[in-house]
């Protein structure tokens, strides 16, 4: 009897599990939204997605990315890019809440909403990635025909995201394009796949002009670009550039080559070092690093670089590079003959290069510990006040407050840009589990005397504040670990003049924005205005001695 009631179970739970595979829950065709999980600030982020009418795992579908602009959404951005504007007198609220039906196209399609209106760099640029990536578990996506899209604020995250990451897309389309600081340095990167630009000539949000410019730049680069202009038409021009699901025409008539004869690279981050086979290894953040590597013929690349000390090249499956043969580089006129090998770094002494056989860097800063101090704040971070020093309870909540001012991102801007919707967390330092400290950046308010975490780290940080200066500001951000700290100790580095008449108090920025006015370290007297100290550290992470020498006359610092 026990043997048939086990059988009996058994065959129950093998039928239960054939079930679930074969009568399993599927999404329904058509716009919808999705959500993935942020590690930024533990929350459920949420994209627009669509799915074409009968989905086919067992089939590879064409994956096109689309960015929202300035005061919309994800919902919205997916009516958008199917040529789908609002009613008649409807508002975008109105407009948020349904997707009207639209003509099948047969492919896959994600709208970001990265936390609504902040550009996508920091936190919203790793949204995006980490919504391609939840993207790329759930569907069967062809990697060789992904695109990406976007208009105004998202027009300018295509040209930022599409430059930093190059080797992803299949062609770039960015409607009335705002590109981000620091996207002019990358325009070497489009060599690799064409840009469709659109604008209208009487916008006067992002003016024709500045897209002009931003054609041309690219048409001299050697990109293969495209541009439509649409008369009299303003900060609209999205209506056009997406009518009648242009844009999916355009897109089907490219496909990414991964293994392209001539890759051309430029970065300034450690986090955005990669294209196709070439990666950039070590370099000065925040100076930009350059390289051109081009096959002339099987096995023989010709390379030119700039600013650039150690460089990778991985040529597994490239169809010029035979593996059992010797290689030829010439780099920057000067030839090398290396073994046979499908990877292979080579690193700059003086004027010479050579194959590095230990794949050693001399440089201390890597992506994840490269800086600026926004870097700190663009991942998962946790805001810890202190509340060592035995301090009143007036005390202890005006520290608390102080942090408390830097973790608010979602600050309400009006209507139109609403709130920055990232929510990190805040704690005491006596709060901070092993778990924050291994997972999370910490952005740590007080001096070693006050804060617990400080006083942990003090022996590995470079230099703190003393602990009886009230009228000075330190910040800076420093590797610990797996992890980056922000110490900021003395003034809140937000901290502007207290005359109500002072130009600097007007349009006060939140915290998070001001910290992008910074470097690596800032030491400033009285406000943010009046900087004593401040910019890089070294590529060792040593302060700069001219940067020492001026702290060191302020009198108020503590040099390791």
Not at 263 to 292: C, M
Not at 440 to 453: A, H, M, P, V
Not at 484 to 491: A, D, H, I, P, Q
């Amino acid at each position: 009897m026990k043997i048939k009631q086990y059988k009996t179970i058994v065959l129950g739970l093998v039928f239960l599990a054939f079930c679930s595979v074969s009568f399993g829950q599927k999404l329904a065709s058509g716009p919808q939204v999705l959500t993935f999980h942020s590690d930024v600030d533990d929350t459920e982020q949420p994209y627009g997605l669509y799915l074409p009418k009968n989905y086919n795992p067992k089939k590879k579908y064409p994956l096109v990315v689309m960015l929202h602009g300035a005061g919309s959404n994800h919902r919205l951005a997916l009516r958008r890019v199917f040529g789908k504007s609002n009613a008649e007198g409807e508002s975008d609220v109105e407009a948020s809440r349904y997707f009207p039906e639209w003509k099948d196209v047969d492919y896959i399609v994600i709208s970001a909403f990265a936390r609504g209106t902040m550009g996508y760099q920091g936190v919203a640029e790793k949204d995006v990635m980490d919504m391609l990536a939840d993207a790329k578990k759930r569907f069967s996506i062809d990697e060789n025909r992904t695109y990406l899209t976007g208009l105004s604020m998202g027009g300018g995250g295509t040209m930022w995201i599409g430059l930093s990451y190059p080797d992803i897309w299949a062609a770039i389309a960015p409607v009335c394009p705002a590109p981000p600081g620091g996207t002019l340095e990358l325009v070497p990167n489009a060599l690799n796949y064409p840009v469709y630009f659109f604008q209208g000539d009487a916008d006067p949000a992002v003016k024709v002009d500045s897209t002009r410019k931003w054609v041309q730049r690219l048409k001299d680069a050697g990109t293969q670009v495209e541009y439509t202009e649409y008369p009299g038409v303003k900060h609209d021009s999205w209506v056009n550039a997406y009518k009648d699901e242009f844009i999916f025409d355009w897109f089907a008539k490219f496909k990414r080559n991964p293994y392209p004869e001539r890759v051309r690279f430029a970065t300034s981050q450690y986090k955005h070092n990669k294209a196709y086979w070439v990666t950039l290894d070590e370099f000065t953040p925040g100076t930009t690093a350059s390289i051109d590597a081009k096959f002339t013929t099987k096995n023989r690349v010709e390379i030119s670089t700039k600013g650039l000390k150690t460089f990778t090249l991985n040529l597994a499956n490239h169809p010029s590079f035979k593996a059992k043969s010797p290689l030829e580089l010439v780099i920057n006129g000067q030839t090398i003959r290396a073994e046979a090998g499908t990877l292979l770094t080579l690193t700059q002494s003086g004027d010479a290069w050579a194959v590095n056989t230990l794949n050693t860097l001399t440089s201390a800063k890597k992506a994840g510990a490269e800086g600026p101090m926004s870097e700190a704040i663009a991942d998962r971070h946790i805001y810890v006040y202190g509340t060592g020093g035995s301090p009143s309870a007036d005390e202890l909540a005006k520290r608390r407050a102080e942090a408390q001012k830097a973790m608010e991102w979602s600050v309400y801007r009006g209507d139109f840009i609403g709130r920055v919707m990232v929510f990190p967390r805040l704690l005491s330092d006596k709060e901070v589990r092993p778990s924050d400290i291994e997972s999370s950046n910490l952005i740590l308010f007080g001096t070693k005397e006050t804060n617990s975490l400080i006083e942990k780290y003090s022996d590995k940080l470079p230099v703190s504040l003393k602990a009886s200066v009230n009228d000075y500001g330190l910040a800076y951000v420093f590797p610990v670990g797996n992890r980056y700290v922000l110490v900021n100790s003395g003034l809140p580095w937000w901290t502007l003049s207290d005359n109500p008449n002072a130009a600097s108090r007007q349009n006060t920025p939140a915290p998070m924005n001001v910290i992008g006015r910074f470097q690596d370290f800032v030491l400033f007297k009285g406000t943010i205005n009046n900087v004593v100290a401040g910019g890089r550290f070294n590529n060792d992470w040593t302060l700069p001695s001219q940067e020492v020498d001026k702290m060191k006359a302020s009198g108020v610092v503590v040099l390791k």
